[in-house]
């Protein structure tokens, strides 16, 4: 099947059967051409054969994947079955020929690599073509379908997932939760969380405290994270904006009325190590209405300094104390073994688990016993064994050191929660910290099973290191670069290439390099692209390109060098790429100073989709601090469609204009990376409906691919 979802497909294939004409041929011919003509439609063939007759009434087989790795699977089928020998086969691709309708159908559905099969025009050697195609079809329908046969692991899911949200593709993560959902890969809790944490990365706070079943999530055992996520939507959806105004009577008011029922059953000690200031307020505004919890009181005492007015109510309070000033009362290990598993019950925290299986270390063969079979403890110590019978990884380093040991058969899990739970500071609080992160990393790539989990846990690792507050952080640059390495390493061995690989090039890019480290990353760059990538990557490219040209280059001849070399590899493809990747190829182009024309490209090449007429007459805002990649957007979009209204903002919070755009624009793209959280907020309080996009880059080109996306 082309790529498409299945309705489309439908479309396209009805719209071939009335476009393609091969009744000249007998009616046998045109039977076993409208059996190929359903490979489009077909979900087990990768791509489609679509036999038609071209504008002389030769007949013609026109063939398209939709990936690259599709075209990799039919192509050596398609060679065997009816290479040259029988038809003009070569495998090797090719543009689909200009001016025919088909082919212009064919098209419009951004097949990521094409080619014309043209055959004798003879009788007999029609028949013979066509039926060895069929063949060919059979042949695949009789293949084992290896991505069917094995079913992707939802922890593979769970990292992709996280690979979206670390870049801001807002869409992409939601069609895999909706993944998730579907299969039934995990309980509705879990899902819920996900959701959670999806709504929560794109500052929707009030999206969060309006879920479904929001009331039961907050009784819910829950990870430490979760709780953190749904306090700070609870204070950003009913105080924040109080608060912010130094409302004090209504803050307590509102507190009380609404907010406190909700938060009140999450506020437990000790605080969730993720917790942000919206939630440790929710907590200060629990001891001023309730100053008999000492225990949270005591909890605040060093994080006073993100409470704004409420550390001054703190410090009225009687009773007040400060950090430690309590004596700890002496207690048993059977105690602390207790006191542990009840955390363990109360919620999914990877330091709990830790941290119950050294207090239950510590007991006798019958305090063991005896717990073991004690309620309320029986429910988590079962707990224990089913997760953490092999000891758990308190930190990434020792999670490093455990990925070699095929019993962590959680790995992925662990990591899941432990990007969330394991402070960073303690991580690469110094260069002694940072180096053994990255002897620990390298270790993995000398055993197998470890280099995978490593692998497929790199997503979380991105996502972890984006929780430092001095994120790009000069000290940690060896820790970027060999993740780096590491994603060129799995694209090499897989064909994987996680988007979070750019956030990593710009942390390096950010920080500053020198020579030799700047042509290393040069070098994994060019390992990620590969040897012949597909159109399917250009946007990855280009993001790449625009990355390089705008920040500092210690080596300006090696930068030139690549930057030339990587965008001349897209000509080839110029002419299976959409108007709006055209464009942005074109604009890069000419700001390195040449044209496509110098590469035998032919720019004028008729357009294969409709995006010139879909942006005709719109009115699209573009919201990002970048101006001059909102800028090169504006130009590139009314460049292409001459009747849209493209307006860019860069204000740093709510203004009048910035209401205007986010009610009256038809279309409203906010560049993620480059955006201010409370700017975004306010486009998305003022959009009431319409649209919304999320660009996941800095550059024009990723505001080009929200557009495309959306209108595809």
Request: charged residues 20%; hydrophobic residues 45%.
């Amino acid at each position: 099947m082309i790529g498409l979802d299945n309705a489309d497909a439908q479309s396209v294939l009805s719209d071939l059967e009335t476009i393609s004409t091969t009744s000249t041929f007998g009616p046998d011919v045109e039977d076993l051409c409208r059996q190929l003509r359903t490979t489009v439609v077909d979900p087990a063939f990768p791509g489609a054969l679509i036999p038609t007759a071209n504008a002389a009434g030769r007949l013609q087989i026109l063939v398209a994947t939709p990936t690259m790795m599709a075209w990799r699977r039919l192509s050596p089928v398609l060679k065997a079955f009816a290479g040259p020998t029988m038809t003009s086969f070569n495998g090797i691709t090719a543009p689909l020929p200009l001016g025919e309708v088909a082919t212009q159908r064919l098209a419009q559905t951004l097949p990521a690599a094409t080619c014309v099969i043209q055959i004798p025009q003879d009788r007999k050697s029609v028949l013979s073509a066509l039926r060895a195609l069929m063949r060919v079809r059979e042949t695949i329908a009789r293949a084992p379908d290896l991505q069917s046969a094995v079913p992707e692991p939802t922890s593979w899911l769970l990292a992709r997932f996280q690979d979206n949200l670390n870049v801001g593709r807002r869409d992409a993560a939601t069609a895999i939760l909706e993944r998730l959902k579907d299969e039934l890969r995990l309980d509705a809790l879990n899902t819920k969380f996900l959701e959670v944490q999806l709504l929560a990365a794109f500052g929707d706070w009030a999206a969060i405290v309006s879920l479904t079943g929001f009331g039961s999530l907050r009784l819910a055992r829950r990870p430490p994270a979760i709780t953190a996520l749904l306090l700070e939507a609870l204070y950003r959806t009913h105080l924040a904006n109080l608060f912010d105004a130094g409302d004090r009577d209504r803050v307590h008011d509102t507190y009380r009325t609404t907010v406190r029922d909700l938060a009140q059953p999450m506020l437990s000690v000790p605080l969730p190590s993720t917790l942000t200031p919206g939630g440790l307020k929710l907590y200060a505004l629990e001891t001023v209405v309730s100053p008999s919890r000492p225990d949270i009181q005591e909890a605040l005492a060093g994080g006073k300094s993100s409470l704004g007015w409420l550390a001054d109510e703190l410090g009225t309070l009687p009773g007040a104390v400060v950090p430690h000033s309590r004596p700890q009362p002496a207690s048993s290990p059977l105690d602390d073994a207790r006191a542990a598993l009840v955390q363990v019950d109360a919620a999914e925290a990877v330091d709990n688990f830790a941290a119950a299986l050294a207090a239950l270390t510590k007991l006798a063969p019958a305090e063991l016993a005896l717990i073991r079979d004690a309620e309320p403890f029986s429910a988590a110590f079962r707990l224990i064994e089913a997760n953490a019978a092999g000891g758990v990884p308190s930190s990434w380093i020792e999670w490093l050191e455990k990925a070699v040991d095929p019993s962590f058969t959680n790995a992925l899990e662990i990591a899941r929660h432990g990007k969330d739970e394991w402070s960073i500071q303690s991580s690469t609080s110094d260069p002694s910290q940072v180096a053994a992160f990255v002897r620990a990393l390298n270790r993995t790539q000398d055993d197998a099973l470890a280099s995978e989990r490593t692998a497929q846990a790199l997503p979380f690792l991105v996502a972890w290191l984006q929780q430092d507050t001095a994120f790009p952080a000069p000290g940690l640059a060896p820790i970027y670069a060999n993740l780096l390495t590491l994603f060129a390493l799995n694209s090499t061995r897989s064909g994987t290439v996680y988007e979070s690989s750019q956030v990593l090039v710009e942390a390096l890019l950010t920080v500053g390099m020198n020579d030799d480290d700047y042509r290393s990353l040069i070098a994994d760059i060019q390992e990620l692209a590969g040897q012949a990538f597909g159109i399917d990557m250009i946007y990855w490219i280009l993001e790449m390109i625009e990355n390089f040209m705008r920040a500092s280059a210690p080596d300006a001849s090696a930068r030139e060098t690549f930057l030339h070399t990587i965008l001349a590899r897209t000509a080839p493809l110029y002419g299976r790429l959409s108007t709006l990747q055209r464009t942005a190829v074109k604009r890069l182009a000419a700001e390195l100073g040449w044209t496509l024309e110098g590469l035998g490209v032919d720019v004028n090449l008729p357009s294969s989709d409709d995006f010139s007429v879909r942006l005709g007459g719109l009115r699209i805002a573009i919201y990002s601090l970048t101006e001059a990649s909102s800028r090169q957007a504006k130009n590139a979009i009314e460049e292409l469609a001459p009747t849209a209204i493209v307006d860019c903002n860069a204000d740093h919070g709510g203004s009048v204009r910035l209401r205007a755009l986010a009610e009256n624009a038809d279309v409203f793209v906010v560049a993620w990376l480059s955006a201010k959280h409370a700017a975004t907020e306010f486009i998305r309080e003022h959009r009431t409906g319409k649209p919304l996009l999320y660009a996941q880059g800095r550059g024009f080109s990723s505001i080009l691919r929200a557009l495309e996306n959306h209108f595809l």
